[in-house]
């Protein structure tokens, strides 16, 4: 995430430099390249603004981290990392950077020469967009440290996350084709005050996906592996999907653990839902309940649709994220999900014996509306002016 946020501070910067030269050199004589050059001096200074409160935050270390050496988790599983490649990931970071200055930059002045050119520009400029968000995400997986290094200095019992590999699709892409925090790491960023985020990887995966630690089996023992890795979580979180190999963690996991330690997602898959629910009625007392899946979505939700938790007797309990009703002032404009997760697992927290904080206001949201206002209030200023 450092280098999502240093690319942010890179793209502010350079829009705030360019806006400001706009408007200094427009000033008097061309009130729409005005308008424009205070559009780009309000949006490039909100992106450094937030940008280096971010960074400010990522250097604090949580008092929960600590040193011990080696990574205890790793060593006991036999599980390896899959070592980072800083070089490529440079020089990918800097086309992607190059890529969204100019996708910006034709965004902004387009609308200088017609309606028309203004539409056209726009388009391209989303073109650019996504092809910057595309390159910028594959540098951020090429950055990423080694499993044995991002756990070396987290002592806590982990969050295991088990899925479907297929599930990797959705979950490991932004909530939009311009968005640089894939769904996955919202989950991530949502555990952190419970443990660290740990999944086995995808044996053919060249790289890791963005999220939970990536750690791989190095040869075909994965059931004893999970099984291990299960006996010393904290959580353990399933992502219902099609695949036999998860019903057995299932199962497994059902054996080793209290249920106030097991969460379902549930997909937006109605079939993948339906199958699970028929065959965890072997292994539960309980049987789960039925889901109206197919009901309209809201936006910004992400691709789950419901968390199953579990009391003491095993009996479930969903709590749907369609019907969750949180502020967007409570919302990050970067992780909007994360709020919504952590309202969601309350409960499970809760049953725990972990401390969990309710969303509180988020000041990057609140910046953000402020930009917005301002950047709305910019093209009427020339106007103001004149008269």
């Not at 400001?20 to 603004?49: K, N, P």
């Not at 065959?279 to 939700?301: G, Q, W, Y």
Request: no cysteine.
């Amino acid at each position: 995430m450092k280098a999502a946020r240093v690319v942010g501070l890179i793209g502010g910067i350079l829009l705030l430099l360019g806006g400001t030269l706009a408007s200094l050199l427009s000033y008097g004589s061309d009130y729409g390249t005005f308008a424009v050059g205070i559009s780009e001096v309000v949006v490039g200074g909100l992106m450094v603004v937030l940008a280096i409160r971010a960074l400010g935050r990522s250097g604090k270390e949580p008092p929960h981290r600590v040193s011990t050496g080696q990574s205890a988790i790793l060593e006991d599983t036999g599980l390896v990392g899959i070592q980072p490649s800083r070089r490529k990931a440079a020089g990918l970071m800097a086309a992607g950077v190059a890529l969204m200055g100019l996708g910006l930059t034709v965004a902004f002045n387009g609308a200088k020469y017609g309606i028309i050119t203004g539409i056209f520009s726009y388009l391209i400029a989303l073109g650019l967009l996504a092809a910057a968000t595309k390159v910028i995400l594959r540098a951020r997986r090429l950055a990423l440290p080694a499993a044995e290094v991002l756990l070396r200095h987290d002592s806590r019992p982990p969050v295991i996350y088990l899925r479907s590999f297929s599930a990797d699709r959705s979950t490991a892409r932004g909530m939009t084709f311009t968005t640089w925090v894939t769904e996955e790491e919202q989950i991530a960023r949502a555990m952190q005050d419970v443990g660290p985020f740990l999944a086995i990887g995808e044996p053919d995966e060249l790289l890791p996906q963005l999220g939970a630690v990536r750690a791989y089996v190095r040869g075909r023992d994965w059931q004893q592996i999970v099984g291990r890795l299960a006996a010393r979580s904290r959580l353990v979180i399933f992502r219902i999907g099609h695949s036999p190999s998860l019903t057995w963690e299932f199962k497994t996991v059902l054996r080793q653990l209290r249920p106030e330690k097991v969460v379902l997602f549930v997909p937006r898959d109605g079939q993948a839902y339906e199958q699970f629910r028929h065959e965890a009625r072997t292994v539960l007392p309980s049987e789960l309940p039925a889901l109206d899946i197919s009901r309209m979505r809201k936006p910004f939700r992400g691709s789950t649709v419901a968390v199953i938790v579990f009391a003491a007797d095993w009996a479930p309990t969903v709590i749907d994220l369609r019907t969750i009703s949180i502020s967007p002032l409570r919302r990050s404009p970067m992780f909007p999900l994360v709020a919504l997760y952590r309202a969601a697992l309350a409960p499970a927290m809760t049953r725990l014996g972990i401390r969990w904080k309710p969303p509180a206001y988020d000041r990057d949201m609140a910046f953000t509306v402020v930009g917005l206002l301002v950047m709305l209030a910019a093209p009427f200023v020339p106007f103001v002016l004149a008269s």
